[in-house]
């Protein structure tokens, strides 16, 4: 029996991509998928985000091409609707049925966002995968996540990461970084640890929304994150 009825996962663009320097893998968004099934076979409602830095990253454009940020910022929005479109072919060809929704319109490709839409989905037991960002550019997809999450009442924001959880420096540079347990809002506020943007965070403070950030590339981790087990990092109030 899982301790949360409802969550929202946040997956990287990264995420999808695999071993490959680029793209979607359909190994680990295979992988990815077949833990989403396990979750919701446990009863848990699920909606998720994911980033599109597999596909696009804007800060490379901007610097190199000169396109305006918030147009660079557009074409991300519209990467995280391919992702989108992926996992959700991935999850029905295993079962589940799902509906995909976009910030931005495109009705000949998934369903404009509709919140009490999205929650009735959830209470079908659909998995609603959320596109297209917040819709707005300058904030990220971890804002995008936040928001969804409030939106839906989620109980809690899983971010699945590369890495075990929330460090006091970078694990891959640092061995000897210090992994935490537990942290408060204000404590990643303060002190600027790498788990989301400040928009995300203060988001997830004011509607007291727990994230737990836990490394999505171990096995089983997503289903245990998600049943209430305690992994990865847990940020509270």
Known sequence: MSAFKRILLKLSGEALQGSHAFG?????????????VEVHSHGV???????GGNIFRGKEIVNQLGVEAASADNMGMLATVINCLALQAALEKLGLETRVQT???MDQVAEPLIRRRAIRHLEKERVVLFAGGTGSPFFTTDTAAALRAVEIGAEV?????KVDGVYDDDPTRNPG??????????????????????TAVSLSMDNRLP????NLTRAGELV???LGDRVG???VA
Do not use: W
């Open 24 to 36: 979607i893998d359909p190994v680990e968004v295979s992988r990815i998928c077949q833990e989403i």
């Open 45 to 51: 409602q699920i909606g998720l985000v994911v980033g």
């Open 103 to 105: 910030a931005i319109r």
């Open 157 to 161: 924001l899983l971010k699945g990461t």
């Open 177 to 198: 970084a210090n992994l935490f347990d537990e942290l408060t809002y204000e404590d990643i506020l303060q002190h600027g640890y790498k788990v989301m943007d400040a």
């Open 211 to 214: 994230i737990v950030v836990f």
């Open 224 to 226: 245990r994150a998600a």
């Open 233 to 235: 990092t847990r940020v």
